[in-house]
C-alpha cells in the first residue's frame, strides 16, 4: 500500500477518522493525504463546534455572509493543518475538493491513484437520508479502490 486518502468533514468523530486511517498508514508505510471538501455556506452554520484535533471552528461568524468562499477555504485549510499537526506529521499531504463530496473524493482519489479511502459515516436515516443522501453510500458504489468507512457515532459506554 502506498497512499491512503482520508476524508474528513467537521464532525467531532473526525478525530477517530483521522487517527485510523494513520495507523493503517503506518503500518503498511503509506504516504497519507487528508482531504476536506468545501461545502455550500449554509452547511456551516449549523455546526455545533467543539474542539476537533486543536481546529475550534471560524475565525469569523460573519464569514457564511461573504459572497466568495475564500474564508470558508481558509477556515478549512487551517482545519486541515490542525489536523496533520494532531497527527504529528509533517510529512502529510492536505487537499481542499470542491463541489459534490463523493464526486470530490472520487476525483481525488483517481488523480492521486490511491489504495485506499478512509472515511466515516453519520448513519443517516429516513427522510434526513432521502434529502441529504450518504456521501460514503456514494463513494462506495462508484470507487473502484477499498474503502474502509469507519462508523462516525458517538461512542456508547458498553455494559460491563
Do not use: W
Request: hydrophobic residues 40%; proline residues 4%.
Amino acid at each position: 500500500m502506498n497512499k491512503i486518502l482520508i476524508a474528513l468533514d467537521y464532525n467531532p468523530t473526525a478525530e477517530k477518522i483521522a487517527e485510523t486511517g494513520y495507523a493503517l498508514a503506518k503500518a503498511t508505510g503509506a504516504e497519507v493525504v487528508l482531504m476536506h471538501v468545501v461545502a455550500e455556506p449554509v452547511y456551516y452554520s449549523n455546526l455545533d463546534y467543539s474542539p476537533i484535533m486543536g481546529y475550534t471552528g471560524f475565525s469569523s461568524p460573519d464569514m457564511l455572509m461573504l459572497t466568495d468562499d475564500s474564508e470558508i477555504r481558509k477556515s478549512s485549510q487551517e482545519f486541515l493543518e490542525q489536523s496533520k499537526k494532531h497527527l504529528g506529521d509533517e510529512r502529510i499531504t492536505t487537499l481542499l475538493g470542491e463541489g459534490d463530496c463523493a464526486e470530490a473524493i472520487l476525483k481525488a482519489a483517481a488523480d492521486l491513484n490511491v489504495d485506499i479511502i478512509v472515511m466515516g459515516t453519520h448513519s443517516r436515516r429516513g427522510l434526513d437520508k432521502i434529502l441529504v443522501g450518504s456521501i460514503a453510500e456514494k463513494v462506495l458504489h462508484h470507487s473502484v479502490v477499498p474503502l474502509l468507512i469507519i462508523p462516525a457515532k458517538q461512542d456508547h459506554k458498553q455494559p460491563a
